[in-house]
Structure formats: structure tokens, C-alpha cells
Antibody, heavy 118, light 113 residues
Framework: EAQLVESGGGLVNPGGSLRLSCTAS????????MNWVRQAPGKGLEWVSS????????YYADSVKGRFTISRDNAKNSLYLQMNSLRVDDTAVYFC???????????WGQGTMVTVSS | DVVMTQSPLSLPVTLGQPASISCRSS???????????LSWFQQRPGQSPRRLIY???NRDSGVPDRFSGSGSGTDFTLNISRVEAEDVGVYYC??????????FGQGTKLEIK
């Protein structure tokens, strides 16, 4: 069964950094583009970032551009999100999701909570 | 960026009755390849989102056939023919024609009357 499992969330001070991971299983990870989507407490869904299969193309929401970096390691079936200069409004559950463009977000993980607070 | 607007934002429905959610985009979602990339997602309480419909009207694997999608251009609809208790949650439309960014509607909360 295809599955995505996020990890790495936690409590961090404003201005701090955190690295999220997403481990894939049950499908050929290297053949699928991947994404991060977040959801602030009680709010809707917000796309954060996307990366293609070969890590050539990366895209970011304006709200995180210059602060977050998406990457992947196909040998480890893993997707990452390096988050720097964190702000209070980055507080959210972060989901990884598979596939993009016309087949966007076909599969989701369970999410990992990031809380930015002093 | 394309703005997605859903209505209603709250939808109380009696079990066994139909339900309908509207989604409008600020510009046409017809791609240069002729397809319209409009998806619907369900998020049950305490769970992660799950895609139900892609390319306006295509059901994902395992999605009950009481869910259907329709529409074109800028106006789209998710219909549930007979609401069941397990359908409670928040429903989001999302466009992936004009990306980045992908943009979602605000969400429609479906509850049982």
C-alpha cells in the first residue's frame, strides 16, 4: 500500500529552524513529483512547495520563498523541507503530498505539527 | 494567482439527502491541452485530506459513486447523491491548471442535521 509518513515537527522559537522529513513506501518514489502543503490551526489548506523527480525544478509559495528549501533523496525514498527564519504564522500541520500538475496531491501523509512560539 | 471561491461555507444535510458544493475560479481553468484541472478533496475530522475527484469529474480509486463532479470554465460543482454519516468533514476544491501556486477554496464544512 502506498504511504507517506512525515516527521520532524515540534516547537521552535521565532527565527529558528526546523527540518521536516517525509518517508515514502509502497510506490516508486523516484518516479513521482512531491509537495508540501500546510494547514494552520482551524484554517484551510495552503500549498507550500513542490519538487520534480530529479530535483531540477523547485517551486515555492511567496510566503516561504527565501526561507524554506525543498529537497529529496530518491535513494532514501525521502522528501525534506528545511525551514529557516521561522515566523509565528508558519505554525501549521505540514503535509507531504504526491504528484503535481494535472494529477496533483493524489496521496497525502498524516502530517506533522510545527509550532513557532516564544 | 487564481482565486477559488466556494459556497456555501457551511452545509447542514439530513442523512440520505443530496448535497451540492459550488466552486468558482477567478479565471478559466481550461488548460492549453484542453483539460480543466479542478480537484476536490475531503478532510474528515482529525484526518489528512484525501482526493476524491480530479480533472473535474474523475473519481479517485475507492471513492464511492455517490460522489460526482461537474462543471466547466470557471464554475464547478461537487455533488453527493445521498449523504452518509461518514461524509462529515470539510471539502476543498483546488485548481492545478495555473500553477504555481496551486490554490484551494476556503473549504465547505458538511455536517449532519
Amino acid at each position: 500500500e502506498a504511504q507517506l509518513v512525515e516527521s520532524g515537527g515540534g516547537l521552535v522559537n521565532p527565527g529558528g529552524s526546523l527540518r521536516l522529513s517525509c518517508t515514502a513506501s509502497g510506490f516508486p518514489f523516484s518516479s513521482h513529483a512531491m509537495n508540501w502543503v500546510r494547514q494552520a490551526p482551524g484554517k484551510g489548506l495552503e500549498w507550500v512547495s513542490s519538487i520534480n523527480t530529479g530535483s531540477v525544478y523547485m517551486y515555492y509559495a511567496d510566503s516561504v520563498k527565501g526561507r524554506f528549501t525543498i529537497s529529496r533523496d530518491n535513494a532514501k525514498n525521502s522528501l525534506y523541507l528545511q525551514m529557516n527564519s521561522l515566523r509565528v504564522d508558519d505554525t501549521a500541520v505540514y503535509f507531504c503530498a504526491r504528484d503535481w500538475a494535472g494529477n496533483a496531491f493524489a496521496l497525502w501523509g498524516q502530517g506533522t505539527m510545527v509550532t513557532v512560539s516564544s | 494567482d487564481v482565486v477559488m471561491t466556494q459556497s456555501p461555507l457551511s452545509l447542514p444535510v439530513t442523512l440520505g439527502q443530496p448535497a451540492s458544493i459550488s466552486c468558482r475560479s477567478s479565471q478559466s481553468l481550461v488548460h492549453s491541452d484542453g483539460n480543466s484541472y479542478l480537484s476536490w478533496f475531503q478532510q474528515r475530522p482529525g484526518q489528512s485530506p484525501r482526493r476524491l475527484i480530479y480533472k473535474v469529474s474523475n473519481r479517485d480509486s475507492g471513492v464511492p459513486d455517490r460522489f460526482s463532479g461537474s462543471g466547466s470554465g470557471t464554475d464547478f460543482t461537487l455533488n453527493i447523491s445521498r449523504v452518509e454519516a461518514e461524509d462529515v468533514g470539510v471539502y476543498y476544491c483546488m485548481q492545478s491548471t495555473h500553477w504555481p501556486p496551486y490554490t484551494f477554496g476556503q473549504g465547505t464544512k458538511l455536517e449532519i442535521k
